[in-house]
């Protein structure tokens, strides 16, 4: 689960900066704002799954 996280992390950051290069416009507002969404997501996920350290 976690490496799953791990990689839809990565790629949702690699996805919102490339945005940036590969489209103009509303078309790049909106795919950056779901990419944003997802790393925001498989961040909290992370985050919620970590192991606790006593």
């Given at each position: 689960m976690k490496a799953?996280?791990?990689?839809v992390?990565?790629?949702a950051v690699v996805v919102n900066v490339s945005t940036s290069?590969?489209?103009d416009g509303v078309q790049q507002v909106?795919?950056?704002?779901?990419?944003g969404v997802v790393v925001i997501g498989s961040g909290a996920g992370?985050?919620?799954t970590r192991t606790k350290r006593s």
């Open positions: 799953l996280l791990w990689c992390l990565c790629i290069f590969a489209f909106l795919i950056s704002v779901a990419s992370l985050f919620l």
